[in-house]
């Protein structure tokens, strides 16, 4: 059934508003999935935050078309039932909510993406990308790693305090 003119420019204004936010981008063909599994995929993306949608290639190009970010961008790779994930927070979320579901359903293959400046990307580098640490892992472990001279000292300080205690628990004993 073909889509209304006003229902297209919506689509196209909601798309824009979001590729506008876009830290990063990925898109998969997803020819075969089942309903039931896009709505897994839709959950896992949504507890990611993680937006996906299934729109038609021509209007995402008039979307990227839209944002001064990818006017530039090569849309040759959107090609086929694609479906797109964007993420407005993490660079690597989008890719790494579809390929964390294609590892579990072979039928959902990677197609490429798009970062946050706009530059085209390839199935391999959206691999490469969903590989990477989120940015709260990386948080976490910078803050660890800031914090570990921290640990080590108060552990060595409470070290030498438990065994001057223990000598003076000794000494009263004796």
Do not use: C
Request: hydrophobic share 45%; charged share 20%; aromatic share 4%.
């Amino acid at each position: 059934m073909a889509i209304s003119r006003d229902k297209k420019q919506t689509l196209v204004a909601e798309l824009t508003q979001l590729l506008t936010e876009a830290k990063g981008t990925a898109f998969a063909s997803y020819d075969g999935l089942s309903v039931a599994d896009l709505q897994k995929l839709r959950k896992a993306a949504r507890e990611a935050g993680v937006t996906v949608k299934v729109v038609k290639n021509r209007l995402v190009r008039v979307a990227l078309g839209e944002v001064k970010t990818y006017k530039e961008a090569d849309t040759s790779a959107l090609v086929g039932q694609l479906i797109y994930a964007i993420s407005a927070d993490d660079e690597v979320a989008s890719a790494q909510v579809l390929n964390t579901f294609a590892k579990e359903n072979p039928k959902l293959i990677l197609a490429g993406g798009f970062s946050g400046e706009g530059l085209a990307l390839s199935a391999d580098d959206v691999k490469a990308l969903a590989g990477l640490p989120s940015k709260n892992q990386l948080i976490a472990e910078t803050i660890a790693q800031l914090l570990s001279p921290v640990h080590d000292t108060i552990n060595a300080l409470s070290g030498n305090l438990h065994g001057l205690l223990d000598g003076v628990e000794a000494k009263a004993q004796a």
